[in-house]
C-alpha cells in the first residue's frame, strides 16, 4: 500500500503562484499516470493535470498554460506548479495515482486565491 502526502497549499493573491509536492511512500515508477484532481466547495472533483509514466502530460483546459505537472520518480514525487492563480483555482488539491486496477489518493492540501 501507497500512501500519498500532499503539501505546499496555501493563500496567496491572485496572479501569484504556488508549487504543490505530493510525496509518496513507496516507487511511483510503476504508477501507470499521476494526477492532480481538485474541489471547489459545491462542485465535483475535477482533473487539473496528469503524468503519464512515459512523461506525457495533459491538462484541464481552465490550467492550460498555467499549470505545469512533473515528477521525480527518485524521489517519489510528483509536482505541479501553478502560476498566474486566479480566485477560481481555490479548491481542495488531491494527487492521485493510479497502478494497474489500484488507485491511490492523498488526503488533499487547501489552495485559496483572494482577489
Known amino acids: 500500500q501507497v500512501q500519498l502526502v500532499e503539501s505546499g497549499g496555501g493563500l496567496v493573491q491572485a496572479g501569484g503562484s504556488l508549487r504543490l509536492s505530493c510525496a509518496a511512500s513507496?516507487?511511483?515508477?510503476?504508477?501507470?499516470?499521476m494526477d492532480w484532481y481538485r474541489q471547489a466547495p459545491g462542485k465535483q472533483r475535477e482533473l487539473v493535470a496528469r503524468i503519464s509514466s512515459g512523461g506525457s502530460t495533459n491538462y484541464g483546459d481552465s490550467v492550460k498554460g498555467r499549470f505545469t505537472i512533473s515528477r521525480d520518480n527518485a524521489k517519489r514525487t510528483v509536482y505541479l506548479q501553478m502560476n498566474s492563480l486566479k480566485p477560481e483555482d481555490t479548491a481542495v488539491y488531491y494527487c492521485h495515482g493510479l497502478r494497474g486496477w489500484d488507485a491511490y489518493w492523498g488526503q488533499g492540501t487547501q489552495v485559496t486565491v483572494s482577489s
Open positions: 513507496g516507487s511511483i515508477s510503476s504508477f501507470n499516470t
